[in-house]
């Protein structure tokens, strides 16, 4: 009897972490690839964002935002690593965050961001 309860622990230890495998594989993700988080760009140049995404069953576009100004929004991310252009930047501190969205604009909660020093 004392094997049979120890089997079905083991059992259902497995089945759980299973499920949590499951669903953190379901959970989307976002990749900042350039520019590296820090780095220092000069003012006035081009600056292109690239990323990395799998989206959550929930996602459905980006909202990308350059400190906290209206979203920049990206749908076509099917083929990534995608790429935004950024609007031109002033000197100073910036920081960039890219978040997942539903279709009718409600934020899922999967999220990455990066910060720019523009000299």
């Not at 749908?75 to 031109?88: F, H, I, K, Q, T």
Request: proline share 5%; net charge neutral.
């Amino acid at each position: 009897m004392q094997n049979f309860i120890k089997f079905v622990i083991v059992l259902m230890a497995g089945l759980l972490c299973s499920a949590g495998l499951v669903y953190a594989a379901d959970m989307g993700s976002i990749t900042v690839l350039t520019p590296k988080d820090g780095v220092m760009i000069s003012a006035g140049s081009p600056t292109k964002l690239m990323y990395n995404v799998k989206l959550s069953p929930e996602g459905d576009h980006l909202h990308i935002y350059v400190d906290d100004q209206k979203p920049i929004v990206d749908r076509d991310v099917s083929g990534c690593p995608c790429s935004v252009e950024l609007p031109a930047l002033s000197s100073g501190k910036h920081v960039v965050v890219i978040k997942e969205a539903r279709s009718d604009h409600s934020l899922t909660g999967v999220m990455s961001s990066t910060t720019l020093i523009v000299r």
